[in-house]
């Protein structure tokens, strides 16, 4: 079955303690992307990667990290969390060009 | 990407068909117009996307006026899954392109 997936789906944690949400996705797709959703603020995009080791920022990418070493995996880090990073993460993978995104079930982190 | 305009929410009966519209005056002529929906806290789901022409698949149509300013989509039998907050997103095909989601619609479908 074709599918993005997420690990862990829910997080609690604490500030400063490092953390990595891991993405994997089983349709060969070039482009992955992070996503963070906040209440009135809707989905707002943290990083994206159009291929293995190309990797660029999206409109909210302080306090984060991302790597993309393999095709199917984009792991998001979290080097020393912050309360205000609390919020539910999406991870989102598709082909090149205008093809829709598959997305992730999420990610509920919460940082105390 | 042009900007969208949707009803904040909509409601629907059961197995009626559901239209849900979508302002984009200001859409350029490469770019196309995505549909997507959100269950609660559930990952959005891609439906359907269009440039010019009436797009249909197993889930929706997507209606898109001659001048391209406004698009409707239409869930033909809606049911009670169907309840979900849709988005209409206008982007260029080309690239990678950042999906930029606006508000959306909050349909709800009842019995």
């Known amino acids: 079955e074709a599918q993005v997936t997420q690990n862990p789906r829910y997080l609690i944690t604490v500030t400063g303690k490092k953390l990595t949400v891991t993405c994997s996705q089983n349709m060969n797709h070039e482009y992955m992307s992070w996503y963070r959703q906040d209440p009135g603020l809707g989905l707002r995009q943290i990083y994206y990667?159009?291929?293995?080791?190309?990797?660029d920022k999206g409109d909210v990418p302080e306090g984060y990290k991302v790597s993309r070493k393999e095709k199917r995996n984009f792991p998001l880090i979290l080097e020393s969390p912050s309360p205000n990073q609390t919020s539910l993460y999406f991870c989102a993978s598709s082909l090149p060009g205008g093809s829709g995104q598959f997305f992730g079930p999420g990610t509920r982190l919460t940082v105390l | 990407d042009a900007k969208t305009t949707q009803p904040p929410s909509m409601d629907c009966a059961e197995g009626r068909a559901a239209n849900l519209p979508c302002n984009h005056s200001?859409?350029?002529?490469?770019?196309?117009v995505y549909w997507y929906r959100q269950i609660h806290s559930q990952g959005p789901q891609y439906i359907i996307h269009?440039?010019?022409n009436n797009e249909t698949n197993e889930m929706a149509s997507l209606i898109i006026t001659e001048d391209r300013k406004s698009s409707t989509l239409i869930l033909p039998h809606a049911t009670l899954r169907d309840t979900a907050v849709y988005y209409c997103i206008v982007r260029s095909f080309s690239g990678y392109s950042t999906l930029t989601f606006g508000k959306g619609t909050m349909l709800l479908v009842s019995p």
């Open positions: 990667s159009m291929n293995v080791e190309v990797t």
């Open positions: 269009g440039l010019k």
């Open positions: 200001t859409i350029s002529g490469n770019e196309y």
